[in-house]
Nanobody, 127 residues
């Protein structure tokens, strides 16, 4: 059983940076697609970024492109989300998600296609 645990959230000011971590236990990241989603109060679950399994290529939501980056450390079995130039619109609970190495590229941004989820970490950006 794969378990995901996010950390690194907090309260920051607009323009600041944060790095979120997603520690994977139970299985290795291996060829899984690893993604970050977020949910702001009263909003739908929103895709943020992903590392697609087969090629390890990174994909981003338009709203974070150029400000966020995603990476993984296979030795630590951990995925990171580096968030720069944060704005109040980035305020949300951020969730890490993983698949069972079956997700296809066209489903990358759809939460329903991921098999495992963390409990989330709160990011609050003040203006």
């Amino acid at each position: 059983q794969v378990e995901l645990a996010e950390s690194g959230g907090g309260l920051v000011k607009a323009g600041d940076s944060l790095r979120l971590s997603c520690a994977v236990t139970g299985r290795t990241i291996g060829s899984r697609t690893m993604a970050w989603f977020r949910q702001a109060p009263g909003q739908e679950h929103e895709f943020v970024a992903a590392l697609f399994r087969t090629y390890g290529r990174a994909y981003f939501a338009d709203s974070v492109k150029g400000r966020f980056s995603i990476s993984k450390d296979s030795a630590k079995n951990t995925v990171y989300l580096q968030m720069n130039s944060l704005t109040p619109e980035d305020t949300a609970v951020y969730y890490c998600a993983a698949d069972n190495s079956r997700l296809i590229l066209s489903s990358l941004r759809i939460g329903d296609y991921y098999d495992y989820w963390g409990r989330g970490t709160q990011v609050t950006v003040s203006s």
